[in-house]
């Protein structure tokens, strides 16, 4: 079994070798990283998602007709 170190070691020296491959994994880090941060955004920031379920268990009946 291959430790996350030892992926890590191989990763740095495939980069190594081929200096090309140093962008590639920048903007793949950067988008990882950015879906990442949008998921957690959506799911703390959204109102559709409602994680307190014993203080407000319904909360689309306290909604009014505008809401």
Known sequence: EASAADTLHQIIGQAK???????????????????????????????DVSWDRKNN?????KLGPND
């Open 57 to 61: 268990p319904e909360p689309w009946n």
């Open 17 to 47: 070798k081929h200096p090309n491959l140093i962008s590639l994994l920048v903007f793949i880090g950067a988008r990882g990283t950015g879906a990442g941060l949008y998921l957690l955004r959506l799911a703390l920031f959204n109102p």
